[in-house]
């Protein structure tokens, strides 16, 4: 049975769009998520929902209990994860208020715990397809039937934080050819493998970070008023993409978690 977790789905909490909402408290053994937990339905799928920096925003990126914050999402019994967030452009064609459904990332943080096998076991993942092949269709096909503009795939480039990047960085993430920046994609994706959980993100594009000659660069009060400006449409897009998700427990993503252990 599909129960769908979304992680920084802001206004979906709002029990006009969620059928029976309600907040619970939960705690993992890799400490508490995030924030309480929000459970309901959309149409008759069951829908839980985590705010990644806290309700409040409270969280700085490094700070995020990414283990807790999937773990918790696993023991709610969810099948698929749908995640917003917020991103740099590092190409023009990708403009600011672009949807990008990201299909590859390269990580560049080095302070987080990135797997759930930290002692008795090790796990190998698989991570040459790391966003889930099928959540990604949906959601194309859901943004071109309202007529919002996006990407079907692109690397994203997820950096420690909390500071954006100098222009030489941002410069060297274009010679890389990556599509975005962000701060949140790693190893948020990769944990959701390990957990053998379906994994999509939407990459909203809110700026043209610092490498663009003849756009301001990118400060926090930009990145807010963009995002506050996508924050409907997100909700939109996963209000049309949920209830065309259905039930694979065959899809890769599910399966190479029980292949990737040597015990």
């Known amino acids: ?69 999937i773990h918790a999402l696993k023991e709610q019994g969810c099948t698929h994860i749908l995640v917003s967030s917020a991103a740099g452009s590092l190409k023009e064609e990708i403009k600011p208020g672009d949807f990008v459904f990201v299909d590859q990332f390269i990580d560049r943080t080095t302070k987080r715990k990135s797997t759930f096998y930290e002692k008795d076991h090790v796990c190998h993942i698989p991570m040459a397809e790391p966003f889930c092949t099928e959540s990604r269709k949906l959601l194309a096909e859901s943004a071109k039937e309202l007529s919002i503009p996006y990407h079907e795939k692109g690397t994203v480039v997820t950096i420690e934080g909390p500071r954006f990047s100098t222009k030489a960085e941002s410069n060297l993430w274009r010679q890389w050819n990556c599509d975005v920046i962000n701060m949140s994609t790693v190893p948020e994706c990769v944990l959701a493998r390990e957990a053998g959980l379906c994994y ?34 997100v909700i939109k897009l996963f209000l049309k993409t949920i209830p065309k998700i259905k039930d694979n427990p065959d899809c890769k993503c599910r399966q190479d978690i029980k292949t990737a252990v040597i015990s």
């Open 200 to 233: 999509a993100a939407v990459v909203m594009s809110t700026d043209y970070d610092v490498w663009h000659e003849t756009e301001k660069s990118v400060d926090i009060a930009m990145v807010l008023e963009t995002f506050k400006k996508n924050a409907e449409r």
């Open 1 to 69: 049975m599909v129960k769908i977790g979304i992680i920084g789905g802001s206004g979906l909490d709002d029990p006009k769009i969620l059928k029976g909402a309600k907040e619970i408290e939960v705690n993992t053994p890799y400490g508490k998520p995030s924030s309480a937990l929000t459970i309901g339905k959309i149409g008759n799928i069951g829908v839980v929902i985590l705010a990644r920096h806290g309700k409040k925003h409270t969280i700085y990126p490094s700070g995020v209990n990414f283990q807790a914050n």
